[in-house]
């Protein structure tokens, strides 16, 4: 089947009509066409199911709003499916398509869309595991730890003249003595760790500023001083760092060193990853380690294992930045997928025994709906089902 055909598929009145039930000739029509076809019921059902999840948006919004969006990824023959590949008549690639599609838009969708979603197509959970929030635990030279998100607004705590804040914000903030370091004041070191189902943000006292994402921490002085910047990164953070010739920033993970002089970048290290992924946005970066070094530019990845280091410019920034932009985006296998939602949502996951982890899943997702969401959608696929209990997620196939 043509694209064109897909595509008038996805913006057909009497098509949404059926999904909604919204009126009975174009619910008889498409009735009888499913009875026409037996061999399609199934994937058709799927489909359905998938529209109804997005809530009840019009076709003229979801043509104009999104229609060239679907063109490009329906046509792009890297996409890879969320369905599995089966056998298929003449109308499966429509249908499969389309599933893919319109999972893959759910953000804009369903967690945008100013319709009130239908009660009725809510799949409801008791216990349901809320989203994890801006929360964080900051612990001072002294060895105090302050909980930030009890804190109020405002100043929380002095080190050597130097004040910490709480912003309106929800950041933490260094102001310097005098608007500069002293030389006869020793900085202290503190550590702001955000815990499984956390995030915070942090502006150092160079007023850098740091997005550190769940199960994260970041150790450093409580002001620079000498002829660098230097800081240590366990798990995720994006950086956006002040410029400062005179000091380089540099950051420590995991035995790799990220220097720079200001620029914007991304650090994936947690220790549960096989892979330690440095990404550049902007500037420009020198990754060491093993003695070995190499520079970044904007739009490239370094890649550090057991097996050395890789520079590739094959990535999607759109995924690297999606933790921080406050959404999911999936292109990844089961195993790597279901290790960024148990981070973000505090949860245990455990495989069945006929499990596949390295099944692969493309989408988007609203890192701020509740848990059963986040897993309905990738149930819609048929690939994966999952059982929750407590704080635990079992995955089955």
């Given amino acids: 089947m043509l694209d064109k055909d897909l595509a008038h598929l996805l913006h057909e009145e009497s098509f949404l009509n059926y999904c909604f039930g919204r009126n009975d000739d174009d619910v008889r029509y498409w009735n009888k066409w499913l009875a026409d076809h037996p061999e399609d019921a199934m994937r058709m059902e799927e489909l359905r199911r998938t529209v109804i999840l997005l809530g009840d948006v019009s ?74 929030s801006n929360k964080a635990v900051l ?8 909980t930030l998100t009890d804190s109020v607004n405002g100043q929380i705590a002095v080190q050597a003249n130097v004040k910490i804040a709480k912003t309106a914000k929800g950041q933490i903030a260094y102001e310097l003595p005098g608007g500069a370091a002293h030389d006869d004041l020793a900085p202290g070191y503190n550590t702001i760790e955000a815990p499984t189902g956390g995030q915070w943000q942090v502006i150092l006292p160079d007023q850098s500023r740091v997005w550190l994402n769940a199960k994260s921490s970041l150790t450093y002085p409580t002001y620079f001083t000498g002829n660098e910047r230097k800081v240590e990164l ?75 280091t890789k520079v590739t410019n094959e990535i999607d920034l759109e995924d690297v930045m999606a933790w921080k932009n406050g959404y999911f985006k999936f292109n990844d296998n089961l195993e790597n997928v279901m290790r960024k939602i148990s981070r973000w949502y505090n949860i245990e ?49």
């Fill in 349 to 397: 996951v455990k495989y069945a025994n006929n499990v596949d982890p390295s099944l692969r899943f493309g989408g988007k997702i609203s890192r701020y709906r509740n848990l059963s969401s986040a897993l309905k959608i990738m149930e819609l696929t048929g690939n994966v089902h999952f059982k929750v209990e407590g704080r635990r997620v079992t995955v089955m196939q």
């Fill in 59 to 132: 076709h003229k919004r979801l043509r104009d709003t999104h229609f060239e969006e679907l063109q490009q990824k329906i046509a792009g023959s890297t996409i890879i499916p969320l369905i599995a590949k089966r056998k298929r008549t003449i109308w499966k690639p429509i249908i499969a398509a389309a599933s893919v599609v319109i999972v893959m838009s759910a953000i804009a969708v369903l967690f945008h869309s100013t319709s009130k979603p239908d009660k009725n197509n809510i799949v409801a959970q008791k216990n349901d595991i809320r989203p994890g």
């Fill in 234 to 308: 366990k798990g995720e953070a994006y950086f956006e760092v002040a410029h400062n010739a005179q000091m380089p920033f540099k950051v420590s993970s995991r035995g790799q060193t990220v220097e720079v002089l200001g620029t914007h970048f991304d650090i994936m290290a947690y220790d549960d990853d096989i892979i330690m992924r440095t990404t550049l946005l902007e500037g420009s970066v020198k990754i060491s380690n093993n003695g070995h070094s190499h520079i970044l530019i904007p739009g490239e990845q370094a890649q550090v294992s057991d097996a050395g």
């Fill in 139 to 146: 612990t001072l030279a002294n060895g105090q730890k302050i």
